[in-house]
């Protein structure tokens, strides 16, 4: 699976939009970019995840670039209650693939008010 | 909302000894994981489990490990003879399908003394 680089801690004002960078500069043709978080040591929850194409759900964004070496997350309306640990992982999507997940150090995400 | 659920939240135990540590993963879920966090430290995938097999284990994982799909509904991860460097949070996760999303549990911490 490809390695991914993130900041180690960003900012964000409470109401306000929050832009996650993620770099995976070696990702190859069949490999997903997943977003998890984790709120202060609970279990990591499931965010978003995609191939190329932008993807929206109810809880963020996700924009791949063109060449799919970078993605950034976004949480259109930050709340304090999004502080956590973002987690860009990217992961091979075949048959030699059992599910697992690769973890990374992450961004630490602090709203503030 | 079908959660993933663990038992105990905290589990405290003398080095040497033998522990269990229970999740009861999402209903229709086929495919099942273990992950470690060590106080601090970034999320290590232990063991993932398909079909009453393991399919993938860590380096981690070693023969003091061991897990177990019982009945239905449980899932158990079984540590032979704790030592004070398994002390750590585990998660347990489910997911639908191998490429899906994993929902994860609030984790059992578990302190060996």
């Known amino acids: 699976d490809a390695k991914t680089t993130q900041p180690p801690s960003m900012d964000c004002a409470e109401g306000r939009a929050a832009n996650l960078p993620c770099n995976h500069s070696t990702i190859s043709g069949n490999e997903y970019v997943y977003w998890y978080r984790q709120i202060h040591s609970q279990g990591p929850q499931y965010i978003i995840h995609g191939l190329k194409n932008n993807e929206t759900n109810e809880m963020a964004s996700l924009i791949i670039t063109e060449d799919r070496k970078s993605s950034t997350l976004i949480l259109p309306h930050a709340t304090l209650r999004d502080t956590a640990v973002y987690y860009c992982i990217v992961r091979v999507e075949g048959s030699s693939n059992t599910g697992k997940l690769i973890f990374g150090q992450g961004t630490t995400l602090q709203v503030k008010p | 909302e079908p959660e993933v659920t663990q038992t105990p939240s905290h589990q405290v135990t003398q080095m040497g000894q033998e522990v269990i540590l229970r999740c009861v993963p999402i209903s229709n879920h086929l495919y099942f994981y273990w992950y470690r966090q060590i106080l601090g430290q970034k999320v290590e995938f232990l063991v993932s489990?398909?079909?009453?097999?393991?399919?993938?284990k860590s380096e981690i994982f070693d023969d003091q490990f061991s897990v177990e799909r019982p009945d239905g509904s449980n899932f158990t991860l079984k540590i032979r003879s704790t030592k004070l460097e398994d002390s750590a949070m585990y998660f347990c996760?489910?997911?639908?399908?191998?490429?899906?999303?994993?929902?994860f549990g609030p984790g059992t911490r578990l302190t060996v003394t």
């Open positions: 996760a489910s997911s639908g399908g191998r490429t899906f999303e994993q929902y």
């Open positions: 489990f398909y079909n009453n097999e393991i399919s993938e």
